[in-house]
């Protein structure tokens, strides 16, 4: 579900699941059940749906909060070579058996197509959930290896492909470890600094402080010139790979695969560990911005927490609380408020202590969920226009959960809808509202009330109950309630397209009114 234009996407998620078991064995509720979006930099993703609907549980996936149960969350804000994840180092080590097993499967896939399109209609709705399952099977497959390795699948020699791999796995560790050393440096360097500083404007001997602040500058060149020469290491390797690509860059599937190579991380491959060093680039804002803010610690102490935590400083000192002020304001938080406890704010002054805490990290992605809904309405406008003075500033990407489809109309830039744990709708704001396609969306958009009384459209209240996430219906989720069902919505799950130009719709039965229009 590629955007058309030239955007560079920042999280690509594909298919994820996200099941939590209850108290039978082997039943789950499927809070998330297949869910695949790009979210694109700077943009603003919406995401609507009914309260269950699983949306504050996709954030959270997102995020790695939740381990999702299945599917790819792949993040493009870092490349491979500065995690150097476990994952990749099995993969290039295990590369000959990962090969024979994605053609293994893509042959049973494929056997099982070329029986299942010689059967009649009827029958072919009773085999597609099975047909679904392999399909998925052999493109894990292929993805588990062609993400990484590209058009290399097809090279002859695989331990050859292997053995370069992990050369270059192995600098790439080295090259972490080298930059965590110039991190803890770094903070060594800012100190003593900050040290002189002071003993200057205190009038104070600044000998011993310059002492310590050269040696911390020699051991940051001698890091930086270690830091170069692995580099050069890594370029050669480089330059070694992009050889062997052109020794088989005309093989006819060359192509198919390298165009699912890529620098992205998957967070869900990730160990918590690696995870971890991602966690000051994937926000969360909470809902609620009481229970989220620890009673115990002041305002300073919970901005600055996450600070430490990621080693921007070493210690809660005063270099430390220049920083945290200047957030602070940033947020619309008087200075002064530094040393005050959450239980002293209003409402909206604790989501700004929220907000605070969140980009004092200095993300590039942030999930606000229900980030609005706990309060009243003029606060809620100043908060809304925080976030998006805050997103210009500093090129911010937000997913914006809520279930206010007057509020997400006016901060997204696109708008995901979710029923039942599944994407049923995705377009432009603009489009979402003017022509939706899904009946679900017509149902939500008939509901909003009006106060015009001379308003031709009239509130639809949708029919029966919304099905058990634990054992949801076959087929489309959304037929047990939809006055366009027919046989193939219980039997085949309906897949995204792309029905107008960036607007993508999970439907056997587009809309008339919609799709009749530009």
């Known amino acids: 579900m590629q955007n058309k234009e030239e955007r560079k996407v920042l999280l690509q998620i594909s298919n994820l699941k996200q099941y939590f078991p209850v108290g039978k064995k082997g039943l789950f509720v499927k809070a998330n059940d297949g869910i695949s979006i790009d979210i694109y930099e700077g943009e603003t993703f919406g995401l609507v749906g009914e309260s269950g609907c699983g949306k504050s549980t ?35 080590r295990n590369l000959g058996a990962r090969k024979e097993h994605m053609f293994a499967t893509r042959k049973k896939y494929e056997d099982f197509q070329a029986e299942y399109d010689k059967l009649p209609e009827k029958e072919q709705f009773l085999k597609h959930a099975e047909l679904t399952k392999l399909r ?19 090279a002859e020699d695989m331990k050859a492909v292997s053995d370069i791999y992990m050369e270059e796995f192995r600098i790439s560790k080295e090259l972490r470890k080298a930059e965590d050393r110039r991190t803890e440096i770094q903070l060594d360097l800012d100190d003593a600094a900050f040290a002189v500083k002071t003993a200057k404007e205190a009038g104070k001997p600044t000998s011993s402080a310059e002492t310590t602040l050269n040696k ?14 692995i580099q050069a290491r890594i370029e050669e390797v480089h330059g070694r790979i992009e050889k062997m690509r052109k020794k088989y860059e005309n093989h006819p599937e060359f192509a198919t695969y390298e165009a699912h190579h890529s620098d992205g991380i998957d967070l869900a491959r990730l160990t918590y560990s690696e995870m ?4 000051s680039d994937l926000q969360l804002i909470f809902q609620d911005p009481y ?33 945290i002020v200047r957030v ?11 040393h005050r406890y959450p239980h002293q704010f209003s409402g909206g002054q604790r989501q700004r202590i929220g907000i605070a805490r969140s980009l004092a990290l200095r993300p590039k992605f942030v999930v606000c969920d229900e980030a609005v809904s706990a309060l009243d309405v003029s606060i809620q406008a100043q908060i809304i226009n925080l ?23 006016y901060i997204s830039d696109r708008i995901g809808v979710m029923y039942l744990g599944s994407m049923v709708e995705l377009a432009p704001s603009d489009d979402i509202f003017q022509h939706p396609l899904h009946p679900y969306t017509e149902a939500l958009l008939n509901a909003i009330p009006t106060t015009d009384e001379d308003a031709a459209k009239k509130p639809e209240v949708l029919e029966g109950d919304i099905p058990s996430p634990v054992n949801p219906p076959k087929g489309c989720k959304f037929h047990t309630r939809c006055k366009y069902c027919t046989e193939i919505c219980t039997h085949v799950v309906p897949e995204m397209r792309e029905i107008r130009p960036n607007h993508f719709v999970a439907c056997h039965h587009i809309l008339e009114k919609g799709s009749s229009e530009g």
Do not use: W
């Open 58 to 92: 996709l954030g959270r996936s997102v995020l790695q909060l939740y381990k999702q149960t299945d599917g790819r969350s792949m993040y493009f804000g870092r490349s491979i070579d500065e995690i150097a994840p476990q994952y990749a180092y099995n993969t290039f």
């Open 136 to 154: 998925k099977e052999a493109n894990d497959a292929m993805l588990d290896v062609a993400t990484l390795v590209g058009g290399l699948i097809v």
């Open 216 to 229: 911390c500058k020699a051991k940051m060149v001698q890091c930086e010139k270690e830091i170069g020469a």
């Open 276 to 279: 971890r060093r991602l966690r």
């Open 291 to 323: 229970s989220s803010l620890n009673p115990r610690m002041t305002v300073g102490q919970i901005i600055g927490e996450g600070m430490i935590a990621h080693k921007y400083f070493r210690r809660n000192d005063d270099r430390m609380k220049e920083e």
């Open 328 to 338: 602070m304001e940033e947020c619309g938080l008087a200075p002064y408020f530094l």
């Open 387 to 409: 976030l998006q003075e805050l997103k210009e500033k500093q090129h911010l990407t937000y997913m914006f959960i809520t279930h206010d489809l007057s509020v997400v109309k």
